[in-house]
């Protein structure tokens, strides 16, 4: 066998070395020949900018797959991507564009959803999608929030600056202790009575279900209570409509305040303020204009971003609800309604606004002196009640575990109430104590409600149970609850009439 010359041996090298660089490049960047294993699935961004085909599809931090292609659709950014096909999603995952710091590429990251979701197929369309945050966005919302703390410092300095804020402030905090101590007192003086109702519960669940089978008739009275109970919250709501137009008017003090000249005034010199405070942030002075100036603040604000943007994300928690409840008044056979808005800005903390349509009435006490020849001063007191007039109540809680804690107004006067809660929230018992009056016994009421189902739960209990005027009563009765997304749902599936 001949050798081979030189030149071939040359040649038969570099042609090996090509192979072996074609190999390790396409090992590297992720290359084939052939068409990479997984199934398509599609997803639509209202903005997909500054994304790349070929970039990373995580799970976790875990690649499982790359962006297949983009394209523009109906005005949206049509998206296709390559699953391996060892990876399942299911049809409630959602897709999230992500950036690797702040300066980084941007990639998408998959969330699983509940694994008892129905498993995604290929060629199916993920519905949730978040799309990446803009820093223009982000920059405006922080200046809106400067803006607004910059008003509610001002707001609360015109409230308690000075002697007067401070003697309020100082009223406000001697009336919630003498509340406390009342509560207390009454606590105290009411324990047998309060331990031998807990006790004959279980006896009077018992009775309310014999009664609930042998009065139905009182049931569909009760229904029809709490329909006229709306016909009049038809009525508030027209004379709320009247209220707001007169003072949208400048009629009555409210209107002469809204619509002031001063307030004019005054919104011009906060504007001023606003631009000096501007000019000084342009020119660097100050934390703030340091951190607009300055480069070296990129460094921090890009360890900082992720965090805060999954902060802004989660920013759910305010909620607001919306119940209407009526009970029934075994003793004088009349139903009592009451319409609830309450606003939770935290888990632990509420403000309760509601309504409240008594059969008893509101209470009017008159005291009349008169003089009579050779007989002296007499005084007559009077009592009168109005029947259709409206109580309401407006009250804080705070929740400590599973107790709370409220105060404030029950039915247009003065109390405090404690709330244990059982089941996961789903059963509640709830002591109140209000109208401490000192010509009758305070009202005490005390109830348990229970949730079955979802919006609709049960009340049971006795109202006013130590009165002296013979107004004790058990009651029973049901409630509705929604909160703002349930809200929110129903009204965007309302289907909208087109011409």
């Not at 903005?47 to 790349?52: D, I, N, Q």
């Not at 331990?195 to 009664?211: E, G, P, Y």
């Not at 009421?445 to 609709?456: E, V």
Request: proline share 2%.
């Amino acid at each position: 066998m001949s050798k081979l010359t030189v030149e071939a041996k040359v040649g038969v090298f570099v042609v090996i070395g090509i192979l072996l660089l074609t190999y390790m490049s396409m090992k590297v960047g992720g290359l084939s020949f052939t068409r990479a294993k997984g199934y398509d699935v599609t997803v639509y961004f209202d903005s997909a900018a500054g994304l790349a085909e070929d970039v990373q599809v995580e799970i976790a931090g875990v690649e499982v797959g790359r962006v297949r292609r983009i394209s523009l659709e109906d005005g949206k950014a049509l998206v296709v991507l390559r699953i391996n096909s060892n990876v399942k999603l299911t049809k409630d995952v959602k897709a999230i564009i992500r950036t690797k710091g702040i300066l980084g590429d941007k990639y998408i990251e998959l969330v699983q959803g509940s694994p008892s979701a129905p498993e995604l197929k290929g060629g199916d369309v993920i519905v949730k999608t978040v799309p990446a945050t803009d820093m223009d966005a982000l920059m405006s919302t922080m200046g809106e929030v400067a803006k607004n703390i910059n008003k509610l410092t001002n707001s609360m300095a015109n409230v308690f600056a000075g002697e007067k804020g401070e003697a309020s402030l100082r009223s406000i905090m001697d009336s919630m202790q003498e509340m406390s101590e009342t509560m207390n007192r009454t606590v105290q003086q009411n324990n047998e009575d309060i331990t031998k109702i807990i006790a004959n519960f279980s006896d009077f669940s018992k009775i309310l279900k014999d009664m609930g089978d042998t009065n139905s008739d009182d049931i569909h009275a009760i229904a029809a209570n709490m329909r006229k109970a709306s016909e009049k919250m038809e009525d508030l709501i027209a004379g709320i409509n009247n209220i707001t137009a007169k003072i949208n008017e400048g009629k009555g003090s409210l209107g002469k305040l809204v619509n002031k000249d001063e307030m004019i005034d005054n919104l011009t010199g906060a504007l001023t303020s606003l631009n000096k405070i501007t000019d000084k942030i342009e020119k660097g002075e100050g934390t703030l204009g340091k951190l607009v100036n300055e480069d070296e603040t990129v460094e921090n604000i890009n360890t900082s971003l992720t965090s805060i943007n999954d902060y802004l994300q989660k920013q759910e928690t305010f909620r607001t609800y919306v119940d209407y409840r009526g009970e029934y008044l075994f003793d004088s056979d009349e139903a009592k309604s009451y319409l609830s808005l309450r606003v939770q800005p935290k888990e632990d903390k509420y403000y309760l606004l509601q309504i409240v349509d008594d059969p008893g009435g509101k209470d009017k006490v008159t005291d009349t002196t008169t003089t009579t020849p050779g007989s002296g001063p007499t005084t007559e007191h009077r009592v009168e009640t109005d029947k259709d007039a409206l109580k309401f109540s407006a009250q804080i809680a705070k929740r400590y575990y599973d107790i709370a804690f409220r105060g404030g107004l029950f039915e247009s006067t003065g109390g405090l109430a404690i709330d244990y809660y059982f089941l996961d929230d789903r059963l509640t018992l709830s002591m109140e104590a209000f109208d401490f009056d000192p010509d009758r016994n305070a009202h005490l009421k005390f109830k348990a409600d229970f949730t079955p189902f979802q919006h609709i739960y049960l009340t049971a209990g006795f109202d006013d149970f130590i009165s002296n005027q013979g107004k004790e009563s058990f009651f029973v009765g049901a409630g509705i609850s929604f909160s703002d997304e349930d809200i929110k749902t129903l009204l965007t599936n309302v289907p909208i009439p087109k011409n």
